[in-house]
């Protein structure tokens, strides 16, 4: 199918393990992104890659680390998971004029 | 910085009437987009509808339908004829030039039988 696939969708952590949600699209896009959708629903980009190349950063500490090994996926991983890092995240991919998100992944921290 | 702004964190309708959510945004750019994303249940993110800045029509998709003000920098969505299955949180959003989306906080429509 053409989509945007993100796995996996539920994580269930303990505080300071380290781990990473994978995120590819097979719509030929060249911009992906990592949005973070907290425990008040409330969205934020974190990350944008155009063609493999970071051109947005927002603040976000820096155990949050993004991956992009060709133009249709970007990874996020994270170091020393903390309790306020249980959200759900959403990889989205775009062109000019809109974005496809993926079905997002709960992380949850214990 | 863009900011986006939905003043009714909830809305109830019944069945087959309509509801009118409410956008404003703030920008100094001329040119950008506009979308409106349903987030039912399942947490998926579903795009309702787009809007280009510099198109002075209004989108239509079947049943929303937007009020496109861009002096008023404002930007409703109308659901006619609501059905149960339109229950979710609803996300205006801002898309700039360099693509990065901003998203307002959200309504929570609920349709009554």
């Known amino acids: 199918d053409t989509a945007v696939s993100q796995t996996p969708k539920y994580l269930v952590t303990q505080m300071g393990n380290d781990k990473s949600i994978k995120c590819e699209q097979n719509?030929?896009?060249?911009?992906m992104y990592w949005y973070k959708q907290d425990s008040k629903k409330f969205l934020k980009i974190m990350f944008s890659?155009?063609?493999?190349?970071?051109?947005i950063n927002e603040t976000v500490p820096n155990r949050f680390s993004p991956k992009s090994p060709d133009k249709a996926h970007l990874n996020l991983h994270i170091n020393s998971l903390e309790l306020g890092d249980s959200a759900v995240y959403f990889c989205a991919s775009s062109q000019s004029s809109g974005y496809t998100f993926g079905s997002g992944t709960r992380l949850t921290v214990v | 910085a863009q900011t986006v702004t939905q003043s009714q964190p909830e809305m109830s309708v019944q069945e087959a009437e309509t509801v009118t959510l409410s956008c404003t945004y703030d920008t100094s750019e001329n040119n950008y987009y506009l979308f409106w994303y349903k987030q039912p249940p399942s947490r998926q993110m579903i795009l309702v509808i787009r809007q280009e800045a510099y198109k002075q029509q209004n989108a239509t998709e079947n049943r929303f339908s937007v009020n496109f003000q861009k002096a008023a920098k404002s930007f409703s969505l109308k659901i006619s004829d609501s059905q149960l299955g339109d229950t979710a949180m609803y996300f205006c959003a801002f898309m700039r030039f360099d693509y990065k989306l901003s998203f307002g906080a959200g309504t929570t429509v609920t349709v009554r039988a």
């Open positions: 890659y155009n063609n493999k190349e970071l051109i």
């Open positions: 719509l030929g896009h060249d911009t």
